[in-house]
């Protein structure tokens, strides 16, 4: 490896150390209590080094925000190699539950905290749209099939994705187990079950 390719790559592991670091610290502090001051002594650099990567806080969270729809999306697209519309779409649900419950600080990040949506007022939410599209399309396809008759494409899509981000998020904010259900620890995969059973009835 040469002098230039070191340096890069030197380069990019601290700013996925950055990263790393200021995720950590969002989700402990909030974001409005983390400063770059605290994700640089946090990797133990700095201040002037955080900026040399990043020219504010906001541009931070945009990042992260990026990252996390680009995973989501990557583990969303896989899918489309279900043939089936409607079987694709059951294990597109599945894919977001495991996705959310693997990475619950990114998925805060997400869809909980309104700082990234403000870094974009003037600029497309690129990754936000592809990934809906992912789930638009498979609707879609499913509608093409004889499925949901009588319903819209785009109002259908939006409520399947909100059921399915509402079990998250309310498993995420830990409100299952204070609603004094049988058997919390499991709540969530068997109402998405039940979700899919009425979705095989339309």
């Not at 946090?42 to 729809?69: C, M, N, R």
């Not at 599209?133 to 899509?157: A, I, S, W, Y």
């Amino acid at each position: 490896m040469g002098i230039a390719e070191r340096k890069a790559k030197e380069k990019e592991e601290l700013k996925k150390l950055i990263l790393q670091a200021a995720k950590k610290l969002f989700a402990e502090k909030g974001i409005e209590q983390t400063t770059i001051r605290n994700i640089a002594n946090a990797i133990e650099y700095s201040v002037g080094t955080v900026y040399v990567y990043f020219k504010d806080k906001k541009e931070i969270l945009h990042e992260l925000h990026t990252q996390g729809f680009k995973q989501l999306g990557g583990d969303m697209r896989v899918l489309f190699n279900v043939s089936d519309p409607m079987e694709r779409l059951k294990a597109l649900g599945r894919v977001y539950l495991q996705f959310s419950i693997e990475n619950q600080d990114m998925y805060d990040l997400m869809f909980h905290m309104k700082e990234p949506i403000e870094c974009l007022e003037s600029q497309e939410w690129s990754e936000g749209c592809a990934t809906f599209d992912v789930l638009r399309t498979t609707v879609n396809e499913c509608m093409e099939n004889g499925h949901f008759k009588g319903h819209q494409l785009e109002p259908l899509t939006f409520a399947i994705w909100s059921t399915v981000h509402g079990m998250a998020s309310l498993h995420i904010a830990q409100r299952v187990e204070r609603v004094n259900l049988k058997e919390p620890e499991t709540i969530l995969y068997r109402a998405y079950d039940e979700f899919v059973l009425m979705m095989d009835k339309s």
